[in-house]
């Protein structure tokens, strides 16, 4: 069945470093890649998105990049802030994303030390 | 505008008692969702409504079952509720290939 696998399960950078997760997806046909940022005792917001027409996407600090020939995308943070410490999930859309179903990567714990 | 609002947030049941975890959206959104999070699997679909009247199964979808009871409403109902269902349990709701929006979640413990 459909697969997302995320790397690294845990991330502990300095405050002002970058940082970077990555994932691949195994459903070629999937079209829709967005990324959730979950804080403790809350549920997931979306942060980013990307679709498979594009290949890279910024806002302010946070960026997406998306290869769909390997099958990787990846959330890169620069600059972090000790309020970046979440925990991060990656996903990608079952088949062509007609229904709106999302599979999910297991998730990174991103601890930014000030 | 409240957004997605689950109840309860926090339940425990012995092993074979039911229960009937609520979630309501007043988004507008035509698409509801009900995914369980456990540690280093991060959140799996369980059941998902497209539309009101309709709902279809997710990964994980043994041992629920769902109600779409109007386009505000979608309930997840654990019949025989087993240690195995312990878990946090998210409700979302959306526009198809767009972002959700999760609710706070409820955390179910099965003795």
């Known amino acids: 069945g459909e697969n997302v696998e995320q790397h690294p399960s845990t991330l502990s950078v300095q405050e002002g470093d970058s940082a970077v997760i990555k994932c691949t997806y195994s459903?070629?046909?999937?079209?829709?890649f967005p990324w959730y940022k979950q804080e403790l005792g809350k549920g997931p917001q979306l942060i980013i998105d990307i679709r498979s027409n594009v290949g890279e996407k910024k806002d302010q600090r946070i960026a997406v990049t998306l290869n769909k020939t390997a099958k990787h995308f990846s959330l890169h943070i620069t600059e972090t802030q000790p309020e970046d410490s979440a925990v991060y999930f990656c996903?990608?859309?079952?088949?062509?994303?007609?229904?709106?179903?999302?599979?999910f990567g297991q998730g990174t714990t991103l601890q930014v030390k000030p | 505008n409240a957004g997605v609002t689950q109840t309860p947030k926090f339940q425990v049941l012995k092993t074979g008692q039911s229960m009937t975890l609520q979630c309501a959206q007043d988004?507008?959104?035509?698409?509801m969702y009900w995914y369980r999070q456990d540690p280093g699997m991060g959140l799996r679909l369980i059941y998902y409504?497209?539309?009101?009247?309709?709902?279809d199964k997710g990964e994980v979808p043994n041992g629920y079952n769902v109600s779409r009871l109007n386009k505000r409403e979608f309930s997840l109902r654990l019949e025989s509720a087993a240690p195995s269902q312990t878990s946090v349990y998210f409700c979302?709701?959306?526009?198809?290939?767009?972002?959700?929006?999760f609710g706070s979640g409820t955390q179910l413990s099965v003795l």
């Open positions: 996903a990608a859309s079952i088949g062509s994303s007609n229904t709106g179903k999302l599979i």
């Open positions: 459903d070629s046909a999937s079209n829709y």
């Open positions: 979302a709701s959306g526009l198809r290939n767009e972002k959700l929006f």
């Open positions: 988004m507008n959104h035509n698409s």
């Open positions: 409504s497209a539309s009101e009247g309709t709902t």
